[in-house]
C-alpha cells in the first residue's frame, strides 16, 4: 500500500503533512516504474521496491500559488537520496485508490482485505513463537522491563 501524504500550510514554509485513511492510500501497481518514492527510513529510491515498508510520496497542491510554495519547500529541504518525491498524477485515479468499506455490493473492500492480512500476520506470528516456546522446550525471553532477568 502506497501512502499519498496531502501537505497543509505550504506557503507557511512549514507545512504538516496527513494520510487521510479513506482515499489517500494507493495499489503500489499505479506507481510508475523508475519514478522517486520515500521509503520507510526517510530515504529517496528509484521506484518502488518489495522491502521498502512504508512507500510513499506527496500530493503536489493544484492551486499554483500552492503548487509553487511546495516546489520550493521540496527543493529546500532534501532528504538522503534526493528530494521529497510528488505523487505522479498517473497514480492519483481511481483505478489504483484503495476502496474503503461500504454497504455497496460492487465495493472491493480494499482497506478491509489489508487489515485482515495484518490481523492473520499477527496472529501467525504469535503461533510460531508460542510453538516454538512449547514444542521446543525454548524459554521465553523477559518482557522489555525485566532486563535484570536476562542470562549473562
Known sequence: MLRALVGDGWSSGAPSFVIVPIGNLYRPEGYPANTPVGDHLGRVRSSVETDNWLPWCVVKPTEST???AAESYVASHPLDGGTMPFCPPSLLVAQFRMQQDSLEANDLRDLENWATRGAI???F???QYL???VSHGLSPKPSYDRCEQLAP
Open 66 to 68: 500552492a503548487a509553487a
Open 121 to 123: 500476520n499477527a496472529g
Open 125 to 127: 506470528a504469535v503461533f
Open 131 to 133: 510453538q516454538q516456546t
